[in-house]
Structures are given as C-alpha cells and as structure tokens.
C-alpha cells in the first residue's frame, strides 16, 4: 500500500549504490596475464538477459563468460569479483531519501541477478529505505521492456503513472517516457532532490 502518497522510482545501481569497474576489470587482466579491453556494455548485457530475467544461473553463463573475455575464473571466482564492482552507497542519497520518504512511496526499480541483489540486500542499508523493490531476475522481464514499467503502475499506482523516475541510464529513462512517466537521467543527489521539490512545491 502506497498510503496515496506519490510514487518515485529509482534505479539501484548508479543511483542508489555506486559501482566501479575496474577491479574487475583488474582481476580479469590478472587471470589473462595481459590487460584486457572489457567488452561494451551493450554486449555484456546481452549476455546477462537470462540471468537478469530469471532465466538462468550465473553459473549457467560462466562458460559463455570466460570464453568471451579469454579468461579461466570459477564460479566462486565469478560471484566474489562480480559483487566487488559495488563501491558503497551513493553519497548524499541517503539524505535526500529520509527527506523525501515523509511524503512519497519509494520504489526500486532494478535489473540485476540473484547473486548481486543478495549481496546488495545484505550489505546496503539504503535499500531498506525503499518502501518497494521491482527485481528483473523476480519478475522474469528486465528493462527496458515496458512489461517491467508496467508492473510499477500496476502495482503501486493503481495503474496511473509515477509521480517521478531516475536511472543513470538514459536508454531506461526513454523507456519510461515512452511509458508517459516523467523520467530523468540521474546526475546526482542534488539534481534529483531539486527536481522532485521543485516541482512538488509547484503543486
């Protein structure tokens, strides 16, 4: 229950908790023994869309994993290096969650595998702050398919459209405004506070 206050969706990784790819990068190129170019993005997620979805195990793609990046690592190797890439909570964000928490329903809105999301629980007290959690390997959808934007609305909005949404991705963010959602990419906890204010004050 939504207690009728207006509901703000934020991504985890990158807006609640920061992340730094190097150390794995760093590890990977030590397994190698030479330095390694990470593949893009797009090309790792990719490989992640079952695993985020539900589909499969990272255990299950571990294979595909040290075949694409020329590697040997176990999959205990795998889950430790995997969660490393999370550096702490995002500064300043847990402030501006316990201000906001008074008068809005907070919803996280992720894709991530059974792995990083028991780790992140384990370990990142912000996430209790949420009042929800939307979790692609859960739902058995990731984004930006708009079955997951959906589910938000279903859910948590009677339907209707969130109050405000943030993503450091901005592929998500023209997901959600293709949703009819008012979406912006986030750029720091500053940012997101002035907007939400700015325009809650204009009500």
């Keep these: ?46 490989l992640f869309l079952p695993v985020q979805t539900g589909e499969a195990s990272l255990d299950d793609i571990i294979p595909d994993l040290n075949a694409s990046l020329g590697v040997s690592m176990a999959p205990s190797e795998w889950h430790a290096l995997s969660c490393s890439v999370f550096t ?60 997951i934007y959906q589910a938000v609305m279903d859910r948590y909005c009677d339907g209707g459209l969130p109050y405000f949404h943030t993503d450091d991705s901005p592929e998500y963010v023209e997901a959600a405004r293709q949703m009819g959602w008012r979406s912006e990419v986030f750029r720091g906890p500053a940012q997101f506070r002035k907007k939400i204010l700015k325009s809650h004050r204009a009500k």
């Design 1 to 46: 229950m939504t207690d009728n206050r207006p509901v703000i969706v934020l991504d985890v990784g990158g807006v609640l908790v920061d992340f730094d790819l190097r150390p794995l990068i760093g590890a990977l190129s030590k397994n190698r023994g030479e330095k390694i170019a990470f593949p893009p993005l797009a090309n790792i997620d990719k």
């Design 88 to 147: 702490g909570e995002m500064p300043g964000m847990r402030e501006v969650l316990l201000q906001l928490k008074r008068d809005f329903f907070l919803v996280a809105l992720t894709n991530t595998v059974e792995v990083h999301w028991t780790f992140l629980l384990k370990t990142y007290d912000i996430l209790k702050l949420m009042d929800a959690h939307i979790v692609s390997y859960l739902e058995g959808v990731a984004k930006p398919e708009p079955a």
